[in-house]
């Protein structure tokens, strides 16, 4: 019944589905009964897979190999049949006969069904039409499905239904096992060229008791030992500090951070960020780091700096370009914001502009940055750095040599999203506080993003800290581009869902 479906029948009905899980369920209890139960398999001597028999084919031509995966297509013909087996490299063909076989044999892989996970030895030939092969001398069903896969023409289409059920999608779309084998190789590269350059990987708490070291809403839980609020971890940034004031001069984390905030194309409350830092130096630093990640990470998985990223060619080969946010609103719009004799000048362009502020007090560096939202940001496709942010939105940022109003930071964007974040950082533990006061003022004003003060990093700074620079970048957004897809939950294994129940 099931594998007489046509590639019309893509949806199956409450009832038929039940009527294909019993089927299934009939099968295993036959087995079962027989003394063959797949479950009570615990090993099995895989000697090759797909793709390597496929490449050294002309090397194993004749040889004996064993293989296992899961059967996706079987086609029976009378005492011979040929089916695909989807292993962790790919899918290889493979051909069954009776006589080869025996009987037996043959007569329980016909009663197997698409899905289920088979051990097969035999010997790599080529069919007629030239198809690399293994003609098999030995069967072995190794699991049993006991659920239906979804049609094969068409696969797990419904993004909904691939995000719940990543599993299936997994290994009924080739194109999703290539896109997270690329996530898998971005980090390691991340990892391999930072190790490479003498950084030294750490981990820090997840459990926090402050929400601190970054503007953003955290989730909230309690540790029942401690009887104490925690929150989330928002940002490894002030334990990452506090390792550079303890004399680990080069070190970085890789980890989940938890923001309680919306979910869009490229956000997930749930992401992964790499954030790096290095003492003894700055903004320029962290640059070149950020340039040789992309590119790095790009020849990699792409094999080329210059990619497209839905339908838009971008070319990632260092140097990007810099330009200061000033100068992109200005480029964008004609207007230069700190040109302004005041703020109120400043704001009266915003209204001329038919820019609605948040803040109707804003300051120059306030309505710099939501000019910069509204006209500019959509519009860097290729890689650049925006330098030169105001300090109102930068509370952890030295400021720029001769500036009183300007900190020495970058975002780095590309087709018209922001990829990472870095710092020359802010080592002065007067000024450091100064901040964490202003914060905790646009707190109890109602904002409560703004970050509270933090006393066990305030001590730390207090010991000193040296000149250090520091970048945070977003992995998931990272292997966006470079695997091109155009949403962040298409990057994600497991993305939170709500329960269908709800």
């Known amino acids: 019944m099931e594998e007489n479906r046509t590639p019309q029948e893509t949806e199956l009905s409450a009832e038929q589905l039940s009527e294909l899980l019993q089927i299934r369920r009939n099968k295993l209890e036959a087995l079962q009964a027989a003394g063959c139960d797949p479950f009570s398999e ?31 297509s079987k086609r029976i013909m009378g005492k011979a049949s040929f089916a695909h087996l989807l292993d962790g490299q790919g899918d290889i063909q493979f051909y069954v006969r ?74 009924m779309n080739a194109d999703v096992r290539t896109t997270f084998r690329k996530r898998s190789a ?100 962290m640059m070149e780091l950020c340039e040789q990640i992309f590119a790095r990470c790009s020849l990699l998985v792409n ?11 971008v070319d990632l080969t260092p140097p990007f370009r810099r330009l200061t946010m000033n100068d992109a609103v200005r480029e964008y719009t004609g207007k230069d914001i700190y040109g302004c004799a005041s703020d109120e000048e400043a704001r009266a362009i915003a209204k001329e502009l038919g820019v609605e502020l948040k803040d109707k007090t804003a300051t120059k560096g306030k309505v710099l940055a939501e000019l910069f939202d509204a006209f500019v940001e959509d519009k860097l496709i290729q890689p650049t750095f925006i330098t030169d942010y105001p300090i109102e939105n930068s509370p952890l940022t030295k400021l720029k040599k001769g500036s009183k109003d300007i900190v020495d930071r970058f975002e780095v964007f590309v087709c018209g999203h922001e990829y990472g974040n870095a710092y020359t950082e802010l080592n002065d533990p007067i000024d450091q506080r100064s901040r964490f006061v202003q914060q905790a003022q646009e707190r109890a ?58």
């Open 42 to 72: 615990t090993t099995y001597d895989q000697t090759h897979h797909s793709a390597e028999i496929i490449k050294e084919f002309d090397a194993l031509e004749g040889k004996e190999v064993s293989i296992a995966g899961r059967m996706m």
């Open 98 to 171: 009776r006589d080869d076989v025996g009987e037996d044999a043959y007569a329980a892989f016909k009663t197997y069904d698409i899905g289920d996970i088979l051990g097969v030895r035999g010997f790599v030939f080529k069919t007629r039409t030239g198809e690399v092969s293994v003609h098999a001398t030995k069967l072995v069903l190794l699991s049993k499905s006991l659920r239906p896969l979804p049609e094969k023409f068409h696969g797990l289409k419904d993004p909904e239904l691939r995000y719940r059920q990543r599993y299936v999608d997994l290994f």
């Open 186 to 285: 971005i980090i390691a590269e991340i990892r391999r060229y930072l190790d490479g350059e003498g950084f030294m990987e750490v981990e820090t708490p997840v459990l926090n008791t402050v929400a601190s070291g970054a503007s953003a809403r955290p989730f909230i839980t309690h540790h029942n030992s401690l009887n104490i609020d925690m929150y989330m971890r928002i940002a490894t940034e002030l334990h990452l500090k506090m390792c550079i004031v303890g004399g680990l001069e080069r070190v970085y984390e890789i980890g989940r951070l938890f923001r309680n905030e919306g979910m869009d194309a490229t956000h997930n409350p749930e992401f992964t960020s790499i954030e790096i830092y290095q003492a003894y130096t700055d903004l320029s630093g």
């Open 303 to 313: 094999g080329t700096t210059k990619i497209v990223y839905q339908g838009q060619d």
């Open 445 to 502: 004003k109602g904002d409560d993003e703004a970050m509270p003060i933090d006393e066990d990093f305030m001590a730390a700074m207090e010991y000193g800290m040296p000149p250090t620079g520091g970048i945070g970048i977003g992995i998931d957004r990272l292997c966006m581009l470079l695997c091109d897809v155009p949403k962040v939950r298409d990057i994600i294994l497991f993305p939170t869902m709500v329960p269908i129940n709800k």
